[in-house]
């Protein structure tokens, strides 16, 4: 197997192109999509106040200083028009208490939003300074709050997330379209007759090309620091090591299907017509939680939404092991599909040699 590693290096070093599309290009078409893409991180929130007092004022003033938060007043019966039409994730109602004393503030939302308890505990505080007598909105100069210094971020890795899994996905082509153009052109039966193993021809070219593409994936990890992206996490080594996971599952996709297919042309297929449609129900173009029921459950069933759910608990937890059961599964799903591509490959080489045989 060293042999066959040192020589797929070689190839791959000699080829440029590869060298070039595997780890440059990735970056560069990232970092255009971080840029570019029209997401965005800030939270829509509707409000329904139906008080004229001056506290339900100041709740909702403060409310608006939240950074990220963008406040939206609306009457009340458009707020079931607004959450389910997806044009806001949250609804805030305040009413007069019946009696006088601090308005009654309810919180109203669709689906599971993760802003809630940020905006809960804005109101609660409100409240609890309002009911005390002190204003919500003022400021004390006299108080000085010491935090630890930290950098502003700059663009959230979540612009680009599902299109970078999707291309995360797709860079295995490569090495697909390197497997079947051996065996059309009898480089492999010639390499097996050296006394290669299968699975040693197979495993050593995986190796090599996983190398490549953790490299690729190590140079944007390195650029996103060096721009200070914000990963979303408290330590960003959980989203490169999705990365890797990813990177894994690219490889094992393209060597199962590579034992089906006999021309190189034919992995585009794979591309478009299967890691796409994937993808879309993985919530590669439109937010996976604004999508309907019955897509999600879908959606929930393929290794792309795997890899993102797992990126999403470790931005929520902060904790590099809260996305282990979604990696477990990819990893796992890799190595499934890398067992069957080789041995299909294996009963492909026994029937070709039979055909030879026989012509013989």
Known sequence: MINIMKNTYVLFRKNKEFIYLITIQPVVIFLLMSLLLPYTTVHNIVVSMDSNSKA????????????GVKIQRVDAEKIKEKLFGGNAELAIVITDAQGGGLPNVSLVSAKDSEIESAVELCVSENLSKLSSGEDASDQKTEEIVSVNGVKKKWISISNSLAFMIFKTLTAGNLLGALIIQERRNRMKDRILLSGTKKSSYLLGMAIVYFIFMTLGSILFYAVGLLLRFDFGMRSSLGFLFMLFVSNLLSVSIYIFFAA?????????????FILMPMSLFSGVLFPFRFMPQTMQKIGSLFPQRWIALGIE?????????SGYWEAFMVIALSIVLFVIGMTCESSQNKKRKRRIKTNE
Do not use: H, P, W, Y
């Open 56 to 67: 339900a004022e100041r709740i909702v003033e403060n409310l608006e200083k939240l950074e």
């Open 260 to 272: 089906f297919l006999k021309k190189e042309d034919a992995l585009g297929f794979v591309g478009t």
């Open 313 to 321: 608990k470790m931005q929520k937890s902060g904790e590099i092991t």
